[in-house]
């Protein structure tokens, strides 16, 4: 188990504030990753060789769960868009100064 913040993981599962998030697959695996590194600026590169280690998909797949995730979790940053670098994931409420400080895109 690993918890976050409100936000819990089990083997196959992933709760946030006490409720299961309907995650499709890749979605819990893209989530799990970018936890595992909280603080951390992924690439895209970096995601999609953790979340796809076997496929041939194009980087802005990554961008499409991203915007997924944020839809989902609908906190503010909590997943960050670092310009030129790629992805960094921060828990709510606390502060973290590993480059996770520019804004978010879009999604």
């Known amino acids: 188990m690993l918890q976050l913040g409100d936000l819990v993981f089990t083997d196959s599962e992933a709760t946030f504030q006490g409720r299961p998030l309907q995650l499709t697959p890749t979605e819990f695996r893209l989530l799990r990753v970018l936890a595992d590194h909280a603080g951390e600026v992924l690439s895209r590169d970096q995601l999609l060789r953790q979340v796809y280690p076997d496929a041939l998909v194009c980087e802005r797949t990554i961008d499409v769960h991203i915007c997924m995730l944020r839809r989902k979790l609908a906190v503010p940053n909590f997943i960050q868009t ?12 606390q502060k973290i100064t590993a480059g996770c400080d520019s804004e978010t895109g879009p999604c």
């Open 82 to 93: 670092i310009r030129q670098r790629g992805y960094c994931f921060q828990i709510p409420d």
